[in-house]
């Protein structure tokens, strides 16, 4: 069965740093690349970065850009997402995700397992 | 970046009824080398994570219902619920792939009318 679950999160003051771990099991690690998906208290779903299953590509939602990084151990099959510079609107749970898999893994090509999230608080 | 846009924001359907949501994307989600539409649903209830209903806009994820279908290609894209649950209540969103950013549209709430 294929797992990821996420932890880190907690409350940060305005101008803080955290960061978010996901330990994934269930499937080949290496096949798959991988994303960081967040969702603000009431509002709709916001893809936020995504790393190459051995870590040379990395992209991000703009929002991010120069503030978090996306990195990858494939020896403990973990994602992390390191946090700085947070800002209020960053206020949000976030969901580590399978995205897209090498056809021997996964078919999707697409987010198609999602952790039960994270949440993160960004206050004073 | 590709906006992805959804309509309505919301609907409301009797049990047994059909719901139609709509998602349109700024530019073709369709990979000419592969034939594919890079464009899948989720279905997200209260306090859960989102669900993968349907990807390459019209492939049903093992174990989901067959009264959910989706149809479309390139920029104009329909999730149909055939027979509404009432356990179909939820938020739905439509995801383009093509490329990241990966963007997802602004959801649609489906209620019981």
């Known amino acids: 069965e294929v797992q990821v679950v996420e932890s880190g999160g907690g409350l940060v003051q305005p101008g803080g740093s955290l960061r978010l771990s996901c330990a994934a099991s269930?499937?080949?690690?290496?096949?798959?690349?991988l994303s960081w998906v967040r969702q603000a208290p009431g509002k709709g779903l916001e893809w936020v970065a995504n790393?190459?299953?051995?870590?040379?590509?990395?992209y991000y939602v703009d929002s991010v850009k120069g503030r978090f990084t996306i990195s990858r151990d494939n020896a403990k099959n973990s994602l992390y997402l390191q946090m700085n510079s947070l800002r209020a609107e960053d206020t949000a749970v976030y969901y580590c995700?399978?995205?897209?898999?090498?056809?021997?893994?996964?078919?999707?090509?697409?987010?198609?397992?999602w952790g039960q999230g994270t949440l993160v608080t960004v206050s004073s | 970046d590709i906006v992805m846009t959804q309509s309505p924001d919301s609907l409301a359907v009797s049990l047994g009824e059909r719901a139609t949501i709509n998602c349109k994307s700024s530019?073709?989600?369709?990979?000419?080398?592969?034939?594919?539409?890079?464009l899948a649903w989720f279905q997200q209830k209260p306090g859960q994570p989102p669900k993968l209903l349907i990807y390459?806009?019209?492939t049903r994820e093992s174990g989901v219902p067959d009264r959910f279908s989706g149809s479309g290609s390139a920029t104009d894209f329909t999730l149909t619920i055939s027979s509404l649950q009432a356990e179909d209540v939820a938020v739905y969103y439509c995801?383009?792939?093509?490329?990241?950013?990966?963007?997802f549209g602004q959801g649609t709430k489906v209620e019981i009318k």
């Open positions: 995700v399978r995205d897209a898999c090498n056809s021997d893994t996964s078919d999707t090509g697409t987010l198609d397992s």
């Open positions: 269930g499937f080949i690690f290496t096949n798959c690349w």
């Open positions: 790393i190459r299953q051995d870590g040379s590509e990395k």
């Open positions: 530019q073709s989600v369709l990979y000419s080398s592969n034939n594919r539409n890079y």
């Open positions: 390459w806009a019209s």
């Open positions: 995801l383009q792939y093509y490329h990241s950013p990966r963007t």
